[in-house]
């Protein structure tokens, strides 16, 4: 992750640097704007895998696959999939072998928005967050389940396709409901 920091400031600081990226005009505008929070990609992951060895008993070496920096699905899924594991009837023994332990990930994504938030705003206060995509997508089951997890913390949200938001009176509307957050803009 420092890695892809400092390559973000280098390609801040000079546009040399950044043509290697090959950036659209419009990306090039979008990247001049400071978002007005340090960390550039506060949602972003690594997706990685174990490579096991003959036989698969040893896990062998860790492999990364991607970087999502935009924002990445899958971890309310992923939330939801380990409470399904922890009621299985072989997970203390698997759990006791491999010393495996749930990891959730909704957490860090909440914290890391309302904390992007905070810094944007300049002082401490929920957002008021839209999560926008088209609702033909697959991945809308996982849009209400971040949805129902912002509202047991306490955060306004709603799930809205971009087609019905607008730009009035100076706010972000979503139908009647003021947004001050986007997650997961398409």
């Known amino acids: 992750m420092q890695a892809f920091n400092v390559a973000h400031k280098a390609a801040a600081a000079d546009a040399d640097f950044r043509r290697q990226f090959r950036l659209t005009p419009q990306e090039e505008e979008l ?8 960390c550039p990609m506060p949602t972003s992951r690594l997706d990685a895998f174990f490579v096991t060895t003959a036989g698969g008993r040893n896990p062998g070496a860790l492999r ?5 920096a935009e924002t990445p699905a899958a971890a309310a899924y992923t939330d939801e999939l380990a409470d399904v594991f922890l009621t299985l009837p072989s ?14 990930a909704r957490p860090g994504v909440y914290h890391a928005l309302v904390e992007s938030f905070a810094q944007w ?3 401490r206060e929920l957002p008021r967050v839209a999560i926008l995509d088209w609702k033909e997508v697959p991945t809308f089951a996982e849009f209400e389940l971040f949805r129902d997890y912002f509202h047991r913390q306490g955060v306004p949200c ?14 972000l ?5 003021h947004v001050t957050l986007i997650y997961s803009a398409c």
């Open 31 to 38: 990247f001049a704007i400071d978002p007005g929070y340090p």
């Open 64 to 68: 990364f696959t991607e970087y999502n």
């Open 158 to 171: 709603v799930i809205a396709d971009p087609r019905e938001v607008e730009y009035r009176q100076g706010r």
């Open 173 to 177: 509307m979503a139908g009647d409901f």
């Open 121 to 123: 705003r300049g002082r």
């Open 91 to 104: 997970w203390p023994r698997s759990r006791d072998v491999t010393g495996a332990v749930a990891q959730p």
